[in-house]
C-alpha cells in the first residue's frame, strides 16, 4: 500500500475523532444550556430570561471545550474569545435566516424545518471553529503570547 494511503488514512482518523469530538462538546453545551434554563424556571425566574442565561452558559461551556477538548487550540483567549462571539454572531444570524426560509418561503413545518437548519448550521460552525476561531496555525503573534 502507498504511503500516501496510510497518510490518508491517519488524516481522516484523526478528523473523525475531531468531528465526534465536536459533538460531545456541543452536546454537553446544549445539555448545560436547557440544566440552567430548567433549573432557573424551577426558581421562579420567567422563561424568556432563562432560556437566555442558559444560552449565556451554554456558549460559555462550548467555546472552552471547542477550544481545549475538540481543537486542542494553543491560541489565547485573547484572540479566539472575539473570534467565537463573532461566529456565534454569525451562526445566529444564519440560523434566524435559514429557519425563515425553509418554514415560511418554502413552506416546511417548523419541526424538520429547525432539524434542516440545526443540521446546516452545525456545520457550519465546525468550518468556523476549525478554520478560523481556534486555528493557532499561522497566527505568529499569538503563538509567543499566553492567556
Given at each position: 500500500?502507498?504511503?500516501?494511503?496510510?497518510?490518508l488514512?491517519?488524516?481522516?482518523?484523526a478528523?473523525?475523532?475531531?468531528?465526534?469530538?465536536?459533538?460531545?462538546?456541543?452536546?454537553a453545551a446544549?445539555?448545560?444550556h436547557?440544566l440552567?434554563?430548567?433549573?432557573?424556571?424551577?426558581?421562579?425566574?420567567?422563561?424568556?430570561?432563562?432560556?437566555?442565561?442558559?444560552?449565556?452558559?451554554?456558549a460559555?461551556?462550548?467555546?472552552?471545550?471547542?477550544?481545549?477538548?475538540?481543537?486542542?487550540?494553543?491560541?489565547?483567549?485573547?484572540?479566539?474569545?472575539?473570534?467565537?462571539i463573532?461566529?456565534?454572531?454569525?451562526?445566529?444570524?444564519?440560523?434566524?435566516?435559514?429557519?425563515?426560509?425553509?418554514?415560511?418561503?418554502?413552506?416546511?413545518?417548523v419541526?424538520?424545518?429547525?432539524?434542516?437548519?440545526?443540521a446546516?448550521?452545525a456545520?457550519?460552525?465546525?468550518?468556523?471553529?476549525?478554520?478560523?476561531?481556534?486555528?493557532?496555525?499561522?497566527i505568529?503573534?499569538?503563538?509567543?503570547?499566553r492567556?
Amino acid at each position: 500500500m502507498p504511503a500516501g494511503v496510510d497518510v490518508l488514512r491517519l488524516l481522516n482518523s484523526a478528523r473523525l475523532a475531531e468531528t465526534m469530538r465536536f459533538i460531545v462538546s456541543g452536546g454537553a453545551a446544549t445539555l448545560s444550556h436547557w440544566l440552567t434554563m430548567a433549573l432557573l424556571i424551577l426558581a421562579g425566574m420567567d422563561s424568556a430570561m432563562a432560556t437566555a442565561a442558559g444560552a449565556a452558559i451554554g456558549a460559555g461551556v462550548n467555546y472552552l471545550m471547542q477550544k481545549t477538548y475538540t481543537f486542542r487550540s494553543e491560541s489565547s483567549h485573547r484572540v479566539a474569545l472575539p473570534r467565537y462571539i463573532a461566529a456565534c454572531a454569525l451562526l445566529w444570524l444564519a440560523n434566524l435566516l435559514l429557519f425563515v426560509s425553509l418554514n415560511r418561503l418554502f413552506a416546511l413545518p417548523v419541526v424538520p424545518a429547525q432539524f434542516v437548519t440545526t443540521a446546516l448550521v452545525a456545520m457550519m460552525s465546525y468550518l468556523l471553529y476549525r478554520r478560523i476561531v481556534f486555528n493557532s496555525s499561522g497566527i505568529a503573534h499569538d503563538r509567543n503570547s499566553r492567556d
